[in-house]
Protein backbone atom coordinates (compact mmCIF):
# COMPACT_ATOMS: atom_id res chain seq x y z
CA UNK A 1 0.00 0.00 0.00
CA UNK A 2 2.33 2.06 0.85
CA UNK A 3 4.49 1.38 -1.94
CA UNK A 4 1.79 2.35 -4.30
CA UNK A 5 0.75 5.58 -2.78
CA UNK A 6 5.03 5.84 -3.23
CA UNK A 7 4.48 5.39 -6.69
CA UNK A 8 1.46 7.56 -7.66
CA UNK A 9 2.92 10.69 -5.82
CA UNK A 10 6.27 9.99 -7.83
CA UNK A 11 4.54 9.31 -11.24
CA UNK A 12 4.74 12.78 -13.66
CA UNK A 13 2.54 14.04 -16.02
CA UNK A 14 4.15 15.47 -18.51
CA UNK A 15 2.53 18.39 -18.41
CA UNK A 16 4.23 18.93 -14.73
CA UNK A 17 7.18 17.23 -16.49
CA UNK A 18 6.92 20.18 -19.28
CA UNK A 19 6.97 23.11 -16.65
CA UNK A 20 9.79 21.34 -14.51
CA UNK A 21 11.97 21.40 -17.14
CA UNK A 22 10.98 24.58 -19.43
CA UNK A 23 12.15 26.70 -15.83
CA UNK A 24 15.80 24.76 -16.30
CA UNK A 25 16.46 26.03 -19.87
CA UNK A 26 18.43 28.89 -18.58
CA UNK A 27 20.86 27.02 -16.49
CA UNK A 28 21.29 24.02 -18.88
CA UNK A 29 21.97 26.51 -21.92
CA UNK A 30 24.50 28.66 -19.94
CA UNK A 31 25.94 25.25 -18.89
CA UNK A 32 25.95 24.13 -22.75
CA UNK A 33 27.64 27.07 -23.84
CA UNK A 34 30.51 27.07 -21.82
CA UNK A 35 30.91 23.38 -22.79
CA UNK A 36 30.30 23.75 -26.53
CA UNK A 37 31.94 26.67 -26.81
CA UNK A 38 29.65 28.51 -28.95
CA UNK A 39 26.24 29.58 -29.26
CA UNK A 40 24.90 27.19 -32.58
CA UNK A 41 26.39 24.09 -30.92
CA UNK A 42 24.88 25.29 -27.16
CA UNK A 43 21.47 25.00 -28.94
CA UNK A 44 21.81 22.24 -30.35
CA UNK A 45 23.08 20.53 -27.33
CA UNK A 46 20.16 21.47 -25.38
CA UNK A 47 17.74 20.30 -28.03
CA UNK A 48 19.18 17.31 -28.37
CA UNK A 49 19.17 16.67 -24.10
CA UNK A 50 15.23 17.50 -24.00
CA UNK A 51 14.20 15.46 -26.48
CA UNK A 52 15.99 12.37 -24.97
CA UNK A 53 14.40 13.92 -21.63
CA UNK A 54 10.83 13.99 -23.09
CA UNK A 55 11.42 10.02 -24.52
CA UNK A 56 12.48 8.84 -21.42
CA UNK A 57 11.16 10.64 -18.32
CA UNK A 58 7.89 8.34 -17.20
CA UNK A 59 10.02 5.69 -17.11
CA UNK A 60 12.78 7.61 -14.88
CA UNK A 61 12.92 7.54 -11.34
CA UNK A 62 12.86 11.55 -10.71
CA UNK A 63 11.92 12.73 -7.17
CA UNK A 64 11.73 16.42 -7.01
CA UNK A 65 13.29 19.36 -8.14
CA UNK A 66 16.59 18.49 -7.95
CA UNK A 67 16.27 15.90 -8.94
CA UNK A 68 14.81 16.67 -12.47
CA UNK A 69 17.66 19.03 -12.68
CA UNK A 70 20.55 16.53 -11.94
CA UNK A 71 18.73 14.11 -14.37
CA UNK A 72 18.64 16.68 -17.32
CA UNK A 73 21.95 17.88 -16.67
CA UNK A 74 23.26 14.03 -16.76
CA UNK A 75 21.72 13.76 -20.29
CA UNK A 76 23.48 16.66 -21.56
CA UNK A 77 26.84 15.63 -19.75
CA UNK A 78 26.20 12.70 -21.72
CA UNK A 79 25.38 13.67 -25.36
CA UNK A 80 28.16 16.05 -24.96
CA UNK A 81 30.59 13.89 -24.60
CA UNK A 82 29.38 11.68 -27.30
CA UNK A 83 28.76 14.37 -29.83
CA UNK A 84 31.45 17.27 -29.26
CA UNK A 85 33.90 15.69 -27.41
CA UNK A 86 36.29 15.25 -30.33
CA UNK A 87 36.03 18.49 -31.84
CA UNK A 88 36.69 20.22 -28.81
CA UNK A 89 40.12 22.36 -28.85
CA UNK A 90 42.94 20.64 -27.32
CA UNK A 91 41.97 21.06 -23.65
CA UNK A 92 44.92 19.85 -22.36
CA UNK A 93 46.32 23.42 -23.27
CA UNK A 94 47.77 25.58 -20.61
CA UNK A 95 48.89 28.94 -20.58
CA UNK A 96 51.90 29.83 -19.09
CA UNK A 97 52.45 32.54 -16.57
CA UNK A 98 54.08 34.98 -19.23
CA UNK A 99 51.09 34.15 -21.79
CA UNK A 100 48.76 34.87 -19.09
CA UNK A 101 50.60 38.05 -18.16
CA UNK A 102 50.48 38.97 -21.55
CA UNK A 103 46.53 38.56 -21.83
CA UNK A 104 46.10 40.84 -18.87
CA UNK A 105 48.05 43.52 -19.93
CA UNK A 106 46.50 43.71 -23.49
CA UNK A 107 43.22 43.39 -22.03
CA UNK A 108 43.71 45.88 -18.89
CA UNK A 109 41.97 48.90 -19.46
CA UNK A 110 44.02 51.59 -19.43
CA UNK A 111 42.33 55.27 -18.85
CA UNK A 112 38.90 55.75 -17.26
CA UNK A 113 37.06 52.67 -18.19
CA UNK A 114 33.02 52.63 -17.92
CA UNK A 115 31.85 49.84 -15.73
CA UNK A 116 30.76 47.64 -18.40
CA UNK A 117 34.16 47.68 -20.09
CA UNK A 118 35.94 46.47 -16.98
CA UNK A 119 33.34 44.04 -16.51
CA UNK A 120 33.82 42.86 -19.97
CA UNK A 121 37.31 42.62 -19.69
CA UNK A 122 36.91 40.16 -16.59
CA UNK A 123 34.17 38.43 -18.70
CA UNK A 124 36.65 37.36 -21.28
CA UNK A 125 39.16 36.28 -18.84
CA UNK A 126 36.76 34.09 -16.48
CA UNK A 127 35.78 32.03 -19.73
CA UNK A 128 38.72 31.77 -21.54
CA UNK A 129 40.24 30.41 -17.82
CA UNK A 130 37.08 27.94 -17.88
CA UNK A 131 37.29 27.20 -21.73
CA UNK A 132 41.61 26.23 -21.05
CA UNK A 133 40.44 23.39 -18.21
CA UNK A 134 41.26 20.02 -18.43
CA UNK A 135 38.57 18.44 -19.60
CA UNK A 136 37.34 16.41 -16.64
CA UNK A 137 38.05 19.62 -14.68
CA UNK A 138 35.96 21.81 -17.08
CA UNK A 139 32.83 19.89 -16.75
CA UNK A 140 32.62 19.88 -12.89
CA UNK A 141 33.84 23.37 -12.76
CA UNK A 142 31.16 24.51 -15.88
CA UNK A 143 28.14 22.95 -14.16
CA UNK A 144 29.40 24.24 -10.73
CA UNK A 145 29.52 28.13 -11.30
CA UNK A 146 26.52 27.81 -14.66
CA UNK A 147 24.41 26.09 -12.54
CA UNK A 148 25.23 26.40 -8.86
CA UNK A 149 24.87 23.15 -8.38
CA UNK A 150 25.54 21.17 -5.64
CA UNK A 151 27.93 18.73 -4.92
CA UNK A 152 26.00 15.70 -4.75
CA UNK A 153 23.74 17.21 -7.87
CA UNK A 154 26.88 17.33 -9.51
CA UNK A 155 27.85 13.60 -9.08
CA UNK A 156 24.48 12.47 -10.33
CA UNK A 157 24.98 14.66 -13.34
CA UNK A 158 28.03 13.33 -14.21
CA UNK A 159 27.95 9.76 -12.97
CA UNK A 160 30.99 9.91 -10.66
CA UNK A 161 31.00 9.72 -6.77
CA UNK A 162 30.49 12.70 -4.44
CA UNK A 163 34.72 12.66 -3.61
CA UNK A 164 35.39 12.48 -7.01
CA UNK A 165 33.65 15.52 -8.02
CA UNK A 166 34.99 17.49 -4.76
CA UNK A 167 38.21 16.71 -6.08
CA UNK A 168 38.24 17.71 -9.62
CA UNK A 169 36.57 20.76 -8.06
CA UNK A 170 38.96 21.86 -6.30
CA UNK A 171 41.99 21.38 -8.54
CA UNK A 172 39.47 23.37 -11.59
CA UNK A 173 38.90 25.84 -9.21
CA UNK A 174 42.34 26.48 -8.14
CA UNK A 175 43.75 26.60 -11.63
CA UNK A 176 40.60 29.55 -12.23
CA UNK A 177 42.24 30.98 -9.49
CA UNK A 178 45.52 31.74 -10.54
CA UNK A 179 44.62 32.40 -13.72
CA UNK A 180 42.43 34.73 -12.62
CA UNK A 181 43.94 36.63 -9.86
CA UNK A 182 45.21 39.41 -11.88
CA UNK A 183 42.03 40.45 -13.04
CA UNK A 184 40.51 41.70 -10.40
CA UNK A 185 36.97 41.81 -11.24
CA UNK A 186 36.58 45.36 -10.12
CA UNK A 187 39.25 46.82 -13.15
CA UNK A 188 41.77 47.17 -10.14
CA UNK A 189 44.18 45.19 -12.67
CA UNK A 190 46.46 44.46 -9.53
CA UNK A 191 49.70 45.98 -9.62
CA UNK A 192 49.53 45.87 -13.56
CA UNK A 193 48.01 48.98 -14.22
CA UNK A 194 48.87 50.72 -11.30
CA UNK A 195 51.93 52.41 -12.70
CA UNK A 196 49.29 53.85 -15.31
CA UNK A 197 47.05 55.13 -12.95
CA UNK A 198 49.39 56.37 -10.77
CA UNK A 199 50.89 58.56 -13.50
CA UNK A 200 47.61 59.84 -13.20
CA UNK A 201 47.51 60.62 -9.82
CA UNK A 202 50.45 61.89 -9.03
CA UNK A 203 49.63 65.69 -9.46
CA UNK B 1 44.93 23.72 11.14
CA UNK B 2 48.17 24.96 9.67
CA UNK B 3 48.25 27.29 6.72
CA UNK B 4 48.44 24.04 4.09
CA UNK B 5 45.08 22.83 5.59
CA UNK B 6 43.25 25.71 5.06
CA UNK B 7 44.47 26.16 1.50
CA UNK B 8 43.04 22.00 0.85
CA UNK B 9 40.03 23.28 2.73
CA UNK B 10 39.33 26.75 1.24
CA UNK B 11 36.08 25.80 -1.10
CA UNK B 12 34.69 23.54 1.30
CA UNK B 13 34.64 26.09 3.37
CA UNK B 14 32.56 29.23 1.29
CA UNK B 15 30.70 26.19 -0.08
CA UNK B 16 29.52 25.75 3.40
CA UNK B 17 30.73 22.24 2.89
CA UNK B 18 32.17 21.59 6.40
CA UNK B 19 31.18 20.97 9.93
CA UNK B 20 30.60 23.19 12.62
CA UNK B 21 33.52 21.81 14.45
CA UNK B 22 36.03 21.79 10.93
CA UNK B 23 34.22 25.81 9.89
CA UNK B 24 35.59 26.90 13.64
CA UNK B 25 38.79 25.33 13.05
CA UNK B 26 39.14 27.52 9.60
CA UNK B 27 37.92 30.45 11.18
CA UNK B 28 40.04 30.72 14.01
CA UNK B 29 43.04 30.71 12.17
CA UNK B 30 42.01 33.13 9.42
CA UNK B 31 41.56 35.15 12.78
CA UNK B 32 45.56 34.97 13.44
CA UNK B 33 46.39 34.73 9.70
CA UNK B 34 46.77 37.39 7.19
CA UNK B 35 47.96 35.30 4.65
CA UNK B 36 45.33 32.78 4.38
CA UNK B 37 42.73 35.53 5.13
CA UNK B 38 43.45 37.34 1.78
CA UNK B 39 43.90 33.72 -0.13
CA UNK B 40 40.21 32.91 1.17
CA UNK B 41 39.07 36.43 0.17
CA UNK B 42 40.20 36.77 -3.09
CA UNK B 43 38.79 33.22 -3.33
CA UNK B 44 35.64 34.16 -2.60
CA UNK B 45 35.88 37.33 -4.69
CA UNK B 46 36.43 35.62 -7.99
CA UNK B 47 34.48 32.95 -8.02
CA UNK B 48 31.69 35.21 -7.20
CA UNK B 49 32.41 37.36 -9.73
CA UNK B 50 32.86 34.03 -12.27
CA UNK B 51 29.08 33.32 -11.27
CA UNK B 52 27.87 36.61 -12.92
CA UNK B 53 30.16 35.68 -16.08
CA UNK B 54 28.43 33.14 -16.91
CA UNK B 55 24.98 33.86 -15.78
CA UNK B 56 25.03 36.82 -18.55
CA UNK B 57 24.64 33.95 -21.56
CA UNK B 58 20.89 34.14 -21.74
CA UNK B 59 19.16 30.96 -24.02
CA UNK B 60 17.46 32.65 -27.49
CA UNK B 61 14.17 33.83 -26.77
CA UNK B 62 12.86 31.05 -29.33
CA UNK B 63 14.84 28.07 -28.44
CA UNK B 64 12.15 26.95 -26.21
CA UNK B 65 9.75 26.94 -28.66
CA UNK B 66 12.15 25.22 -31.38
CA UNK B 67 12.63 22.44 -28.97
CA UNK B 68 8.93 22.00 -27.41
CA UNK B 69 8.20 21.64 -31.48
CA UNK B 70 10.44 18.58 -31.37
CA UNK B 71 9.34 16.71 -28.34
CA UNK B 72 8.13 13.11 -27.70
CA UNK B 73 4.15 13.45 -25.46
CA UNK B 74 6.33 10.67 -23.12
CA UNK B 75 4.82 7.48 -24.20
CA UNK B 76 6.20 4.49 -25.90
CA UNK B 77 9.24 5.90 -27.10
CA UNK B 78 11.82 4.18 -28.70
CA UNK B 79 14.51 5.67 -27.41
CA UNK B 80 16.33 4.07 -23.90
CA UNK B 81 18.13 6.78 -21.33
CA UNK B 82 20.55 4.63 -19.24
CA UNK B 83 20.09 2.82 -16.05
CA UNK B 84 19.30 4.54 -13.03
CA UNK B 85 20.87 8.14 -12.46
CA UNK B 86 20.61 7.53 -8.38
CA UNK B 87 22.93 4.46 -7.50
CA UNK B 88 25.04 5.90 -4.54
CA UNK B 89 22.78 8.70 -4.01
CA UNK B 90 21.82 7.70 -0.42
CA UNK B 91 25.50 7.93 0.28
CA UNK B 92 25.94 10.68 -1.14
CA UNK B 93 22.95 12.15 0.71
CA UNK B 94 24.73 10.93 3.96
CA UNK B 95 28.09 12.22 2.81
CA UNK B 96 26.76 15.50 2.74
CA UNK B 97 24.11 15.72 5.47
CA UNK B 98 26.37 17.34 8.02
CA UNK B 99 27.17 20.08 5.26
CA UNK B 100 25.49 23.36 6.80
CA UNK B 101 25.37 26.62 5.51
CA UNK B 102 27.68 28.46 7.38
CA UNK B 103 28.47 32.13 7.24
CA UNK B 104 31.69 33.08 7.46
CA UNK B 105 33.36 36.39 8.00
CA UNK B 106 37.60 36.32 6.99
CA UNK B 107 36.94 39.80 7.01
CA UNK B 108 33.79 40.74 8.24
CA UNK B 109 31.73 43.36 6.19
CA UNK B 110 29.22 43.67 8.23
CA UNK B 111 27.02 45.44 5.55
CA UNK B 112 27.17 41.61 3.84
CA UNK B 113 26.36 39.91 6.55
CA UNK B 114 23.92 41.43 8.71
CA UNK B 115 21.07 41.62 6.00
CA UNK B 116 21.18 38.18 5.36
CA UNK B 117 20.89 37.02 8.71
CA UNK B 118 17.87 39.36 9.75
CA UNK B 119 16.25 38.06 6.46
CA UNK B 120 16.96 34.44 7.57
CA UNK B 121 15.84 35.43 11.34
CA UNK B 122 12.72 36.75 9.65
CA UNK B 123 12.01 33.94 6.94
CA UNK B 124 12.38 31.34 9.99
CA UNK B 125 10.49 32.83 12.49
CA UNK B 126 7.18 32.80 9.84
CA UNK B 127 6.14 36.31 10.99
CA UNK B 128 4.15 38.64 9.61
CA UNK B 129 4.64 41.75 7.55
CA UNK B 130 4.93 44.83 9.75
CA UNK B 131 2.28 46.17 6.75
CA UNK B 132 1.17 44.24 3.69
CA UNK B 133 -0.01 46.34 0.61
CA UNK B 134 0.61 45.92 -2.82
CA UNK B 135 0.61 49.94 -3.09
CA UNK B 136 3.56 51.74 -3.42
CA UNK B 137 2.21 54.81 -2.09
CA UNK B 138 0.48 53.25 0.95
CA UNK B 139 3.59 51.79 1.85
CA UNK B 140 5.53 54.79 1.37
CA UNK B 141 3.08 56.80 3.65
CA UNK B 142 3.60 53.87 6.17
CA UNK B 143 7.32 54.65 6.18
CA UNK B 144 6.54 58.27 6.55
CA UNK B 145 8.27 59.68 9.99
CA UNK B 146 9.69 56.02 10.58
CA UNK B 147 12.18 56.36 8.85
CA UNK B 148 14.63 59.48 9.02
CA UNK B 149 15.31 59.67 5.61
CA UNK B 150 13.56 59.82 2.19
CA UNK B 151 12.25 56.91 0.48
CA UNK B 152 12.61 56.33 -3.27
CA UNK B 153 8.98 54.93 -4.17
CA UNK B 154 9.16 51.07 -4.23
CA UNK B 155 8.63 49.32 -7.96
CA UNK B 156 5.35 47.12 -7.30
CA UNK B 157 6.24 44.90 -9.89
CA UNK B 158 9.32 43.66 -11.25
CA UNK B 159 9.61 40.54 -13.35
CA UNK B 160 8.84 37.71 -11.37
CA UNK B 161 8.22 39.08 -8.01
CA UNK B 162 6.08 41.66 -6.73
CA UNK B 163 5.06 43.60 -3.84
CA UNK B 164 3.78 42.76 -0.76
CA UNK B 165 4.22 44.99 1.64
CA UNK B 166 7.24 46.12 4.10
CA UNK B 167 8.99 46.15 7.74
CA UNK B 168 11.01 48.25 9.82
CA UNK B 169 14.16 47.22 10.61
CA UNK B 170 16.87 47.70 12.98
CA UNK B 171 20.40 47.34 12.34
CA UNK B 172 23.70 48.38 12.10
CA UNK B 173 23.17 51.50 14.28
CA UNK B 174 19.96 52.48 11.94
CA UNK B 175 16.86 52.66 10.94
CA UNK B 176 16.29 50.12 7.96
CA UNK B 177 13.48 50.01 5.40
CA UNK B 178 12.80 46.41 4.01
CA UNK B 179 10.53 46.48 0.91
CA UNK B 180 8.82 42.94 1.13
CA UNK B 181 8.50 41.08 -2.01
CA UNK B 182 6.69 38.06 -3.07
CA UNK B 183 8.64 35.58 -5.63
CA UNK B 184 6.70 32.15 -5.74
CA UNK B 185 6.37 31.28 -2.52
CA UNK B 186 9.36 32.93 -1.15
CA UNK B 187 9.96 36.26 0.19
CA UNK B 188 12.62 39.20 -1.25
CA UNK B 189 13.63 42.12 1.03
CA UNK B 190 15.27 45.15 -0.61
CA UNK B 191 16.80 46.94 2.49
CA UNK B 192 17.26 50.07 2.47
CA UNK B 193 19.42 52.36 4.60
CA UNK B 194 22.08 54.89 4.99
CA UNK B 195 25.43 54.06 3.69
CA UNK B 196 27.11 56.75 6.52
CA UNK B 197 29.96 55.08 8.28
CA UNK B 198 30.02 51.78 6.57
CA UNK B 199 32.34 50.04 5.17
CA UNK B 200 31.16 49.23 1.70
CA UNK B 201 32.45 45.94 -0.02
CA UNK B 202 34.18 46.68 -3.34
CA UNK B 203 32.31 46.83 -5.68
CA UNK B 204 32.97 44.01 -7.94
CA UNK B 205 30.83 41.76 -9.49
CA UNK B 206 28.46 42.92 -11.49
CA UNK B 207 27.37 46.38 -13.57
CA UNK B 208 23.76 46.99 -12.93
CA UNK B 209 23.29 50.05 -15.06
CA UNK B 210 24.99 53.22 -16.08
CA UNK B 211 27.26 53.82 -12.95
CA UNK B 212 26.20 51.55 -10.97
CA UNK B 213 27.90 48.61 -9.82
CA UNK B 214 26.84 45.69 -7.09
CA UNK B 215 28.82 43.30 -5.30
CA UNK B 216 27.00 39.60 -4.67
CA UNK B 217 27.50 37.74 -2.21
CA UNK B 218 26.23 34.01 -1.11
CA UNK B 219 25.77 33.61 2.45
CA UNK B 220 23.47 30.81 4.64
CA UNK B 221 21.30 29.68 1.59
CA UNK B 222 20.68 33.12 0.42
CA UNK B 223 22.38 35.44 -2.50
CA UNK B 224 22.91 39.17 -1.60
CA UNK B 225 23.52 42.13 -3.50
CA UNK B 226 24.63 45.10 -2.72
CA UNK B 227 24.84 48.25 -4.29
CA UNK B 228 25.52 52.25 -3.26
CA UNK B 229 23.50 55.14 -4.64
CA UNK B 230 23.31 58.44 -3.66
CA UNK B 231 24.28 57.68 0.12
CA UNK B 232 22.44 54.90 0.33
CA UNK B 233 22.43 51.40 0.49
CA UNK B 234 20.74 48.75 -1.33
CA UNK B 235 21.01 45.58 0.25
CA UNK B 236 18.90 42.91 -1.85
CA UNK B 237 18.70 39.38 -0.25
CA UNK B 238 16.24 36.58 -1.43
CA UNK B 239 16.68 32.52 -2.34
CA UNK B 240 17.15 33.61 -5.67
CA UNK B 241 19.92 32.19 -8.21
CA UNK B 242 23.13 34.39 -9.08
CA UNK B 243 21.28 35.17 -12.10
CA UNK B 244 17.96 35.39 -10.83
CA UNK B 245 19.04 38.30 -8.60
CA UNK B 246 21.36 40.34 -10.36
CA UNK B 247 18.30 40.60 -13.15
CA UNK B 248 16.18 41.76 -10.34
CA UNK B 249 18.74 44.19 -9.11
CA UNK B 250 19.07 45.34 -12.28
CA UNK B 251 14.92 45.43 -13.24
CA UNK B 252 14.88 47.87 -9.66
CA UNK B 253 17.51 49.82 -10.52
CA UNK B 254 16.00 50.98 -14.00
CA UNK B 255 12.32 51.20 -12.06
CA UNK B 256 14.02 53.77 -9.39
CA UNK B 257 15.68 55.95 -11.95
CA UNK B 258 13.05 56.09 -13.95
CA UNK B 259 10.54 57.46 -10.40
CA UNK B 260 13.16 59.98 -10.27
CA UNK B 261 13.37 61.26 -13.76
CA UNK B 262 9.74 61.73 -13.39
CA UNK B 263 9.57 62.78 -10.07
CA UNK B 264 12.53 64.00 -9.29
CA UNK B 265 13.36 67.77 -8.44
CA UNK B 266 16.56 66.73 -6.46
CA UNK B 267 18.99 68.20 -8.97
CA UNK B 268 17.44 71.67 -8.99
CA UNK B 269 17.23 71.81 -5.39
CA UNK B 270 21.14 71.69 -5.12
CA UNK B 271 21.53 74.21 -7.86
CA UNK B 272 19.31 76.77 -6.05
CA UNK B 273 21.59 75.90 -3.05
ZN1 LIG C 1 47.54 30.65 7.44
Redesign the pocket.
Known amino acids: MADLVERLRKRWTREKFERQTRALLPGLYRAAYRLAGQPADAEDLVHDTYVKAFAAYDRADIRGEADCRAWLTRIMVNTYRDRYRRHQRSPEVQRSPEEAEVMSIEGAPLADPAARAEDSQFARAAKEAIDGLPEDLRIVVVLFFSQEMSYREIAEAVDCPVGTVMSRLYRGRRLLRERLQDHAPDGKVASKVDSNTKLKVVR | M ?2 RD ?1 EENTHAFLDGALSDMQAEAIRH ?2 GA ?1 A ?2 RREVELARTLESAVRVVVAEDKPPENLWNRIAGNLADGHGSKRRIRGSVWTGVAAAIALLALATVQSFLAKPVAVVEVPVSEMRTFVESRRPLDVATTDPQQLLAWFDGKVDFRLPPPPSTVKPVRLVGGRLCYFLDRRVASYMYRHGDRYVSLYIFSESGLEIPERVSASLAQGVSASVHRREGFTHVVWVEEGFVYSLVADLSTEEIVDLARGMTAQFKESKHAGGSRMSVQVLG
Open positions: NCIHLCAC
